[in-house]
């Protein structure tokens, strides 16, 4: 069962395009983590939230950590194929990371 | 500044064999982290080390799975006797804490294929 629900699995959109990916929970988390994976490498950090209702804003991506500590989403503006890619959300609990299963986008230009 | 590294990055081997996979992690991060991945999926949690020790070996999938870590710094995940079901990308990560975050860096995995 995973801690971590990721939505949605795939997106297809066209440049220019808003999308948000989301990242819901039942479970409380001390911090939440996005990360960008591209084919054959590891995933990289975006960000880290940590306070109830804190908003990042990491240039085109803006992420939100909801206000009981329990869920996330990233909103990316005006998207761009070199922000294609797996992203995925992880849930820091007592040293221990919960991955999402992640959303693949795809930006076609 | 230096990364996580792994190696071998590719490893194919039959099946019933065993392998070794290293992770050398970022220099004076004392947590390190081992994931498996199927092909595009999320990451699935196998062990955690905090120096030597592993507090957290849940994950480990079975008995043919083992872990160890020397001098805080290197480790070895070993696969013994292995099935095609553990083919998948093995990535490791290091960790330091920062004000109560904790940052999280992946090597480039390894990816293995039993046949």
């Known amino acids: 069962t995973q801690l971590l629900e990721q939505s949605p699995q795939f997106l297809s959109i066209q440049e220019g395009e808003n999308l948000t990916v989301y990242c819901n929970s039942s479970s409380v988390f001390s911090s939440l983590q996005w990360y960008r994976q591209e084919p054959g490498e590891g995933p990289v950090l975006l960000v880290t939230v940590v306070t109830g209702g804190e908003v990042k804003k990491l240039k085109r991506l803006t992420f939100q950590f909801g206000d009981a500590r329990k869920d996330s989403s990233l909103h990316i503006t005006a998207a761009q194929p070199g922000d294609t890619g797996l992203y995925l959300c992880a849930g820091v609990k007592l040293n221990k990371f919960y991955f999402g299963s992640g959303t693949k986008l795809n930006v076609k230009p | 500044g230096a990364g996580v590294s792994q190696s071998p990055s590719n490893k194919v081997t039959e099946k019933g064999k065993d392998v070794e996979l290293r992770c050398d992690p970022i220099?004076?991060?004392?947590?390190l982290y081992w994931y498996r991945q199927s092909l595009g999926q999320g990451l699935e949690f196998l062990i955690y080390f905090q120096g030597n020790s592993a507090p957290d070996k849940s994950g480990l999938p079975s008995d043919r799975f083992s872990a160890e870590r020397t001098g805080g710094s290197v480790s070895t995940l070993t696969i013994q006797r292995t099935q095609q079901e553990d083919s998948a990308v093995y990535l490791c990560?290091?960790?330091?804490?920062?004000?109560?975050?904790?940052?999280?860096?992946f090597g480039p995995g390894t990816r293995l294929t039993v046949t």
């Open positions: 220099s004076g991060h004392t947590a």
């Open positions: 990560a290091s960790s330091f804490t920062s004000g109560g975050r904790y940052e999280q860096y």
